[in-house]
């Protein structure tokens, strides 16, 4: 199994950042792509970025695109994901939650924005994020 831990989340002033972590540990074997998430309280869960990790292809949702940066590092024997936040807005205050999966293709990356294609099992818990 792989165990996903999210770090990073506060409060933070419109217009100001935040960098967001997510350690990740155990096999990812068959994982390929990692996902930041978010969701709002009465809102449904929805993708801001994923990072392939074969060639570091990204995507981004249309709302966080120019502001959001995901990255991965390894180190350790684990991998971590960043999302680095800038310019935020009152709109991004949220859970952020990350994901591991896998894309058969970079050129499909775009399709784990969607959180239906995470297994249950591959989610950490979130950190909060925010925005005043």
């Known amino acids: 199994h792989v165990q996903l831990v999210e770090s990073g989340g506060g409060s933070v002033q419109a217009g100001g950042s935040l960098n967001l972590s997510c350690i990740i540990s155990?096999?990812?074997?068959?994982?390929?792509?990692f996902g930041w998430f978010r969701q709002a309280p009465g809102k449904e869960r929805e993708g801001v970025a994923a990072?392939?990790?074969?060639?570091?292809?990204?995507?981004?949702s249309d709302s966080v695109r120019g502001r959001f940066t995901i990255s991965q590092e390894n180190a350790n024997a684990k991998t971590t994901v960043h999302l680095q936040m800038n310019n935020l807005k009152l709109e991004d205050a949220a859970m952020y939650y990350c994901?591991?999966?896998?894309?058969?293709?970079?050129?499909?990356?775009?399709?784990?924005?969607?959180?239906?294609?995470?297994?249950?099992?591959?989610w950490g818990q979130g950190t909060q994020v925010t925005v005043s």
């Open positions: 155990g096999s990812l074997i068959g994982r390929n792509s």
């Open positions: 990072i392939y990790v074969g060639g570091g292809k990204t995507h981004y």
């Open positions: 994901a591991a999966g896998s894309t058969p293709h970079p050129g499909l990356l775009f399709r784990l924005l969607r959180p239906e294609n995470f297994a249950s099992h591959d």
